[in-house]
């Protein structure tokens, strides 16, 4: 499986509120739309003690992340009248963006919590013990968009699910490493 995820990080003209608000109502029906689409979830950055100052001083508000069977899905998805649509209203309310291509490997439960641990490891290198790994195979600014590109390196990703904050806090105390970047995000699955 194929993951396009994005680093995002909204306009700073707008409000964390209004960012999120037009990204779930307005933006969220626009990606639902294209076709080749296999899971599309939106992970919203939130505050928690077990983000670290690594995740913090990149200013990520966001991550959503596009599920494809396979790149000839990926591509033509990204080829689509639906993500030009997409770009034009990416104008509105992002500030800045990469884009991450990976190949997946793991569990992708669809009864996984609603918040889960996100790392962003600085080598192709992370725990094989996180239920799911993304491998990247690229990594630049959005196709065909005009949004700023948002300088952060990636080696490899993880996720891990919890059902609350709580459960999510206790294990990220126990967690190996100061190499990750770490995010708390509140998933919102669309598709």
């Known amino acids: 499986m194929i993951a396009a995820i994005s680093l995002m990080r909204g306009m700073d003209a ?15 029906p626009l990606v639902c739309a294209f076709p080749g689409l296999r899971r599309y979830v939106q992970c919203h950055v939130v505050a928690s003690s077990a983000a670290n100052e690594a995740g913090r001083s990149m200013r990520i508000d966001g991550f959503p992340i596009l599920y494809f069977d396979n790149d000839a899905d990926r591509s033509l998805a990204h ?80 996720q891990t699910w919890y059902d609350n904050l709580v459960d999510l806090e206790c294990a990220a105390e126990i967690m190996e490493g100061p190499l990750a970047a770490r995010f708390v995000v509140e998933e919102h699955w669309l598709v």
């Open 14 to 28: 707008i409000g964390l509120t209004q960012f999120r608000r037009h990204w779930i109502d307005v933006h969220g």
């Open 79 to 158: 080829r689509s009248p639906e993500m030009a649509a997409c770009n034009i209203d990416s104008r509105l309310f992002v500030g800045a963006v990469s884009r991450v291509i990976t190949e997946v490997s793991g569990d992708l439960r669809s009864d996984a919590g609603r918040f889960s641990l996100i790392e962003i490891w600085p080598e192709d290198v992370a725990p094989a013990e996180r239920p799911v790994q993304y491998r990247v195979k690229e990594q630049g600014a959005a196709p065909n968009s005009v949004i700023p590109h948002l300088p952060v390196t990636v080696g490899a990703m993880t």
